[in-house]
Structures are given as C-alpha cells and as structure tokens.
C-alpha cells in the first residue's frame, strides 16, 4: 500500500496540470500550489497510522485465509482417504466375489483356467479404470475448489487493500483542499522528486500538509 501512487491521483479537482496558467475574474495567472509526495509518504503521521493499520489488517486477514486454506486442505485430504478407502473395499469385494465364484466351480482345463484368468484381468483393468476415474474426478473438483477459494482470497485482500487507500486518499484530499481554499490557491500539483511539475514560482504547501496531517 504505497502513499506514493495514491499521493499521484489525489485531488481530481485541484490537480489541474493543463493549463498552468488559467486566468481569473480579473484576468491574472491562477495561484499554483504544491506539496512533495514524498515527504507526505515518509512523515505524515495520519496518513502512517493508517498505513500501518492496512498492513496489520492485511496481515490479519491473509492470516486468517490461510488458516481456511488448511482447514479445507485437511477435509480435502479426508476426503480421498475415504474415497480410496472405498475403492479399496470395492476391490476386495469383487476380488472375494470371483474368488468364490472360482472355488465354487474350478476349473476343469487349462483352457478353462485361462479364461478365468482372463475374466479377472479384465476386471482388474475395469477396476482401475473406475478407480482411476473416481480419482481424477476428485482431483479436478479439489483444484476447481482452491482456484475459488484463491480467488476469493484476493478479491477480500484487494477490497481490503483499496478500503484502506481510499481512506489515505481522502485525508490527503480534504488536507490539500482546505489549505488551498485558506491559501486561495487555484492549482494543487504533485511535484515529488521523480515528477517535477513545478520548476520554479509556486506556493510549496508541504509542510501545511505536514502540520495538518501529523
């Protein structure tokens, strides 16, 4: 959460880059103001404390999906125990099922014995087959499952992330707006060290913002 990309778009109404020289009732060039962004990141103690809160509430909140995370992770693991404990069973059950099937009617020849021989082979691969569709089938609905629970994650991280932005935002705003009504300054313009607007003349309200916002 850095105040240096919010500090960029504050103030829709008083950032008024273009023209820099706007003319008033009389005619006479607009009063410009500025402040250095980075500066207001570094010491304004309002606009700190709410970062600090926004990190200590996304940390609480990333925290807390991921204690979710594992407790779904854990029911997901469960869960496949369980399937394939079921599997397990269903092949023991055919297995005791053929097997008395066999020992009820032995075969007689050896062509007899290789047909059955064949018949449990084939079930065998049936088996597995199902077992091994059960199984893809669990691993697409636990993958289809995480993805939402990922993607919900990041829309409450962000939602969380921006609620605390906006609040930073409006500080600074009603900060920058009340100095420049006091100061009857028309123009308000970020002139931070990597985006120099104001070369030269102005009204630096830096530390107006500073003292407004410790």
Same mark, same amino acid.
């Given at each position: 959460m850095k105040l240096s990309k919010l500090a960029r778009g504050v103030g829709a109404a008083l950032l008024l880059a273009t023209p820099l020289w706007i003319a008033g009732c009389d005619d006479k060039p607009a009063v410009i103001g500025y402040y250095n962004a980075d500066r207001i990141e570094r010491e304004a103690g309002q606009l700190k404390a709410l970062q600090e809160e926004g990190t200590a509430k996304l940390k609480e909140k990333q925290t807390e999906l991921e204690g979710k995370m594992k407790e779904k992770q854990a029911a997901l693991e469960t869960k496949f125990q369980q399937k394939q *404990? +079921?599997?397990?069973?269903?092949?023991?059950?055919?297995? %005791?099922?053929?097997?008395?099937?066999?020992? !009820?009617?032995?075969?007689? *020849?050896?062509?007899? *014995? %290789?047909?059955?021989? !064949?018949?449990? %082979? +084939?079930?065998?691969q049936t088996l597995q087959k199902e077992a091994e569709t059960e199984m893809q089938k669990l691993h697409e609905e636990a993958a289809a499952e995480a993805q939402r629970i990922q993607q919900e994650a990041r829309i409450q991280m962000q939602g969380l992330q921006t609620q605390y932005q906006m609040q930073m935002r409006q500080k600074l705003d009603n900060a920058v707006d009340e100095i420049a009504r006091a100061k009857k300054i028309d123009v308000v313009m970020d002139n931070s060290i990597m985006q120099k607007t104001v070369l030269s003349g102005g009204v630096d309200i830096t530390e107006d913002l500073l003292e407004k916002l410790k």
């Open positions: *404990s +079921e599997i397990e069973a269903k092949f023991q059950a055919k297995e %005791d099922e053929f097997n008395q099937k066999v020992q !009820a009617n032995p075969p007689t *020849s050896q062509e007899e *014995s %290789d047909r059955l021989q !064949a018949e449990a %082979d +084939e079930l065998g």
